[in-house]
């Protein structure tokens, strides 16, 4: 199937992995590549050393194009964009910040920006900026979110804008994809989805509880402060939100979540973890690969769209 977006990264499939931190390591991002979608490799916090021992690494499972998603709050944000361009690295994603300081440097070496929008004059901002395209991310989607869902978000800023948008948040399957084609996206970016892939690194907790979710399991945190985060509803998010509903300031808040997402990822504390998941997890039934996943939605997607 191509798209501007197709055309633009040279992959098979307008499917883009979130950069999702902790989860969206190498394993998980060449999986995705190697499947003929944009795998994406999530510096989030990490030190520039980590991302480029990932970027090394993913290059030895897969040729294909792979990007990564730059956190432009990461204290190592610098030292990141630059490894960006001595690792040959064809795309980038960003959020938390505008990437305007690494635009002149990317794109002397031919890197696609792509940044990260939850908003109409946030995508305009950007593409004066000089990006190649934005991801329109709505609410429904996992992690920090903003206040716009993604069937109102999308074909505003498709509108508003003149390069290629990308749609984000509740999409898991090809009706989701579909649906965005339909309101003039270029493709889609998937997180939640990709979470439970056998390639994913996530614990095996981690993934059940994904897979577990009903419509109404995810939870968000932080609308008192503006650093609103979706997640699946645990003994933590009760916790923060009995505080946050207290008045609790925002640095007794922040210590409760300090580490959180790793105590999920990695060692399987669905309690007192950060268990970041969209609304859509309810769709997700079950752990496959990332091959089988991106078929099987562009299988049902181009049925849809009677483009098979």
């Given at each position: 199937?191509?798209?501007?977006i197709?055309?633009?990264?040279?992959i098979?499939?307008?499917?883009i992995q979130?950069?999702?931190?902790?989860?969206?390591e190498y394993h998980l991002?060449s999986?995705?590549?190697?499947a003929?979608?944009l795998?994406i490799?999530g510096?989030?916090?990490?030190p520039a050393?980590f991302?480029r021992?990932?970027?090394?690494?993913?290059k030895?499972l897969t040729d294909?194009?792979?990007?990564?998603?730059?956190?432009l709050?990461?204290p190592?944000?610098?030292?990141?964009?630059?490894?960006?361009v001595e690792?040959?690295?064809k795309?980038?994603?960003?959020?938390?910040?505008?990437?305007?300081?690494?635009?002149?440097?990317?794109k002397?070496?031919?890197?696609?920006v792509?940044?990260?929008?939850a908003s109409?004059g946030l995508?305009?901002m950007m593409?004066?900026?000089?990006a190649?395209a934005?991801?329109?991310?709505?609410?429904?989607s996992?992690?920090?979110?903003?206040?716009a869902?993604?069937?109102t978000?999308?074909p505003?800023?498709?509108?508003?804008?003149?390069?290629?948008?990308?749609?984000?948040?509740?999409?898991a399957?090809?009706?989701g994809?579909?649906?965005?084609i339909m309101?003039?996206?270029e493709?889609?970016?998937?997180?939640?989805?990709?979470?439970?892939?056998?390639e994913?690194?996530?614990?095996?907790n981690?993934?059940?509880?994904v897979i577990a979710?009903?419509d109404?399991?995810?939870?968000?945190t932080?609308m008192?402060?503006?650093?609103?985060?979706r997640q699946?509803?645990n003994?933590?998010?009760?916790?923060?939100?009995k505080?946050?509903?207290a008045?609790?300031?925002?640095?007794e808040?922040?210590?409760?979540?300090?580490?959180?997402?790793?105590k999920?990822?990695?060692?399987g504390?669905v309690?007192?973890g950060?268990?970041m998941?969209?609304q859509?997890?309810?769709?997700?039934?079950q752990e496959q690969t990332?091959?089988?996943?991106i078929?099987?939605i562009?299988?049902?997607a181009?049925?849809?769209l009677k483009?098979?």
């Open positions: 199937m191509k798209t501007k197709t055309e633009l990264l040279g098979e499939y307008p499917i979130g950069g999702m931190a902790w989860v969206a991002a999986a995705v590549s190697e003929g979608g795998g490799i510096a989030g916090g990490a050393s991302v021992e990932q970027i090394q690494k993913g030895e294909k194009p792979c990007g990564v998603n730059v956190m709050m990461n190592e944000a610098d030292q990141i964009a630059q490894v960006i690792e040959g690295v795309v980038v994603t960003t959020g938390a910040g505008n990437p305007g300081k690494y635009m002149a440097m990317w002397e070496a031919g890197i696609k792509i940044p990260v929008v109409v995508a305009r593409e004066r900026a000089g190649d934005v991801v329109a991310e709505g609410t429904e996992g992690g920090h979110i903003g206040a869902t993604t069937m978000l999308v505003q800023v498709v509108d508003a804008v003149h390069i290629p948008v990308i749609a984000a948040g509740g999409i399957d090809g009706r994809f579909a649906a965005a309101l003039g996206a493709a889609v970016q998937m997180g939640t989805r990709f979470v439970v892939a056998k994913s690194i996530v614990h095996e981690y993934k059940k509880k979710a009903k109404i399991d995810s939870e968000v932080g008192t402060h503006g650093h609103p985060v699946i509803r003994n933590m998010t009760r916790e923060y939100l505080l946050e509903k008045g609790a300031p925002f640095e808040l922040e210590h409760l979540t300090l580490g959180a997402l790793r999920a990822v990695v060692e504390d309690i007192n950060t268990l998941a969209g859509i997890a309810g769709l997700v039934k990332c091959a089988e996943m078929q099987e562009m299988t049902q181009e049925k849809l483009l098979s």
